[in-house]
């Protein structure tokens, strides 16, 4: 894992949407511990959380072998690392 050597800085509004997600999560949590089911509902919300993470945090899929695309379907790197892929117009 690649040293993490700088700071990214979460507005109030990303702590609160964290916050919320979190108690989403911990509600989902017990509902499964004790049903042994999931909802639907819970899904979108495990989705919503994944993305908010990507976002906020500024993890980015790595780039394919060949350097043209990204590797959406394995591991996430941080924005910063040599391996983060970058699409056409430079973005993450």
Same mark, same amino acid.
């Given at each position: 894992?690649?040293?993490?050597?700088?700071?990214?800085?979460?507005?109030?509004?990303?702590?609160?949407?964290?916050?919320? =997600? %979190? @108690?989403? /999560? &911990?509600?989902?949590?017990?509902?499964?511990?004790?049903? #042994?089911?999931?909802?639907?509902?819970?899904?979108?919300?495990?989705?919503?959380?994944?993305?908010? =993470? %990507? @976002?906020? /945090? &500024?993890?980015?899929?790595?780039?394919?072998?060949?350097? #043209?695309?990204?590797?959406?379907?394995?591991?996430?790197?941080?924005?910063?690392?040599?391996?983060?892929?970058? @699409?056409?117009?430079?973005?993450?």
């Amino acid at each position: 894992m690649p040293e993490v050597n700088n700071d990214i800085l979460i507005t109030g509004e990303q702590r609160l949407k964290f916050l919320t =997600l %979190h @108690n989403k /999560l &911990k509600e989902a949590l017990e509902y499964m511990s004790e049903c #042994h089911d999931i909802r639907l509902s819970e899904v979108s919300m495990l989705d919503e959380l994944l993305c908010h =993470l %990507h @976002n906020s /945090l &500024k993890f980015v899929p790595q780039k394919s072998d060949d350097g #043209h695309g990204s590797k959406w379907y394995d591991d996430y790197v941080l924005e910063s690392d040599e391996l983060a892929w970058k @699409n056409a117009k430079g973005h993450f």
